[in-house]
């Protein structure tokens, strides 16, 4: 079964600052990959997503993340933070099949603080 | 386009009792999946729901179960409620040609005392 840990649970950074959100996944090949956020009372908006190719993905809200294979790892970055950043994010894995793509095994989260 | 809809927002209910939460999902959409997330925890996948027939279910009891609709609506009923069904459970639904593009309501908390 897949797992996916997330080992910062909260990170706080300086506006302006840039980001990094660790995610490491197991799973015996390669499945897909997401990142999601939640803000409070708000429902997970999905942020970006890998399935193959080019293992560096673009996503919304000015959003990157790389996938590296070797270090099973998915990690979400963000060259400057803004305040409206602050939230949860969680990173998330599927089987890499399209009939099981949507039944999504979650990490646990990282709680992200930005300061002014 | 709407999107995701769930109700109640939030519900109260005591051990032993039965609850059903509702979900409309985004138009055009023909899958239905329900998370349940307990507080400072990720999302944990409850079951899916294609064309009314469930379509996968994660590591939960059989008092869980839903129904999906001809109209892609579903529902999610718990049994028996525990302590540990306090939680925010969120509904997600995507179409079958494009399972990777899945959208989330904003959850309905559901509190057991």
């Known amino acids: 079964a897949q797992s996916v840990t997330q080992p910062d649970i909260h990170i706080t950074v300086s506006e302006g600052a840039s980001l990094e959100l660790r995610c490491n996944y197991s799973?015996?090949?390669?499945?897909?990959l997401f990142w999601y956020v939640q803000s409070p009372g708000q429902g997970l908006q999905l942020l970006l997503k890998?399935?193959?190719?080019?293992?560096l993905v673009q996503g919304i809200k000015g959003f990157e993340a790389e996938f590296k294979r070797s270090q099973s790892s998915f990690n979400l970055r963000k060259p400057s933070v803004h305040w409206s950043d602050a939230a949860e994010y969680f990173c998330?894995?599927?089987?890499?099949?399209?009939?099981?793509?949507?039944?999504?095994?979650f990490g646990t989260g990282t709680r992200l603080q930005v300061t002014l | 386009e709407t999107g995701v809809t769930q109700s109640p927002t939030h519900l109260i209910k005591t051990r032993g009792q039965q609850v059903t939460l509702r979900c409309s999902s985004q138009?055009?959409?023909?899958?239905v999946s329900w998370y349940q997330q307990a507080l400072g925890q990720g999302p944990q996948f409850i079951f899916q729901?294609?064309?009314?027939?469930?379509?996968g279910r994660g590591n939960f009891p059989p008092r869980f179960s839903g129904l999906q609709f001809p109209n892609y609506s579903s529902e999610l009923n718990v049994n028996a409620l525990e302590l540990d069904d306090s939680a925010l459970y969120l509904c997600?639904?995507?179409?079958?040609?494009?399972?990777?593009?899945?959208?989330f309501g904003p959850g309905t908390r559901l509190t057991v005392t």
């Open positions: 997600a639904s995507s179409s079958r040609d494009r399972t990777t593009e899945q959208y």
């Open positions: 799973y015996g090949a390669t499945p897909y």
């Open positions: 890998y399935f193959s190719g080019d293992t």
């Open positions: 998330a894995v599927a089987p890499g099949d399209t009939g099981t793509a949507s039944k999504l095994t």
């Open positions: 138009s055009g959409h023909n899958t």
């Open positions: 729901y294609y064309r009314e027939e469930e379509n």
